[in-house]
């Protein structure tokens, strides 16, 4: 082969490349198996990955890399030439391979030129999403007949005994084990599993599961002019979500359960403009809505840091589930992703300016998919009377930021209420609009006279929720937030169905 000289070198080979690294299906690894500790020790062996090890590989491999970004699964560096940048890429994904087994990380390539840095950063994603798209094709090879299948993930062969419980195990979830135990040696406060949690809980047995997104992130992403100013927003953001979750947590000390003190929370997945966490069934709400709040005021510093216009804020599409302690992690995810699905939207409606947050209490006859749930039990199809056709929702979720938080005030102002005129009036939700507005009017009447605070609190909650005292209470008349179709909504139901997860 006849080298090239100098002068005939390929302009392309010699050109500063841009390198994009994202790593595979992380919530797959991450979840692989219904146990908090291998969750947990996934997620930190991912973290240290990406965080700490990758750029130091980085820079090991080429001196002359220049990192922008390590954080929330992937990263970003820029190298001197594209030789460079097949090395870099071949290192990463080498060391993935070899530290988790199982997960895997993939590196595209482009090279750089005069344009605005978002092109290339473009080019970069549209490339690393092909490359994804071919090793999503891959086959995985099955397990033969006569092999022991791990005992945690029931996917890939056991080649040891865990101490930990006797189990064999594949060598992916000994690793994500050992991993859990360094991080409990750190903070031996750490939960070690749902059913501790729920422990923890008041009323006891009771999980939360928190998943938030950010919003129209892609499109921030594409108003960056220069590698500066993307290291600016990518640092920045993944700095502001992990100071916001570590403030707000900090909140909620530890608490008294059968093998210790416990924190009542723990991360499962954080980084960039993502957030998985799980705790305690009594603060799932409160933490949710203040991660949310602090978030959005923590976001103007950040773009303005990267040269961004303020005119539209940085906002999070939230989920919360609500379930007994045994519920399993993957089914908590499944609906979260739903949720969060469904908050994005109703941002969407205001061009992503404000923060939405959708939440379910999880029954034991409840459905797999959200939207089905609600249509046949949080609808006319609910009713036992019904009277006549006509749109109705026994809820208002999603809701807005500002409407969570105020929905959160009033569940707290209904602490102490009558339980017994609770449940009846939340059961009258379900028998026919009529008789819910007879009830509603019943109670208020007793109450004016027995408990005057308990009937301000009802007249409050009607004012902000309800029709205000013009005879439909409880129901409001407005139009469908997606459809825009006019329908009685009421948003009683969401705050019995949240009561007693609310602390007084």
Known sequence: MVSKSREDADPVDDARHLVRFDTDRIKDYVFATDRLREVRGASALLTWLNEKESPKLVRRVCPGAETLFFGGGGGAVTV?????????????????????????????????????????????????????????QRTVAAMEPYTQPCASCEQFPAVKVSPIDAQPVCESCDLKRDEFRKHREKAPDTPESLQELGELSRPPGYVGFIYADGNSISEVLSQLRNPEDYRHFANGLNDLIKRVVDETLDEHPRRRARSGDRRPHECLLIGGDDLMLVTAGDIALPVALKIATDFEAGAPAVLEKAHLPHGKPLTLGVGVVLAHAGFPIAAFRQLAVQLVRNAKRRCAIDGYALSAIDFMVVSASASSDVDTLRREALSEHAFVFRQAERRVHLTQRPYLLEDALKLLEHARSFKGFPRSQLHYLYEGLFHSRAEARFRWRQVAARLAKRDPAHRRAMDAFDAEFGDGGNGLSPWRKRPDWYTGELEDSCAFGDLVEIHQFIPG
């Open 80 to 136: 001197p030439s594209q030789g460079d940048a097949e090395a870099v890429i071949r290192a990463v994904e080498d060391l993935y391979r070899r530290k988790t087994v199982t997960a895997s990380i993939t590196g595209a390539s482009v090279p750089l030129g005069p344009d605005d840095f978002s092109r290339y950063m473009e080019l970069a994603s549209v490339k690393l999403r092909q490359l994804k798209d071919e090793r999503a």
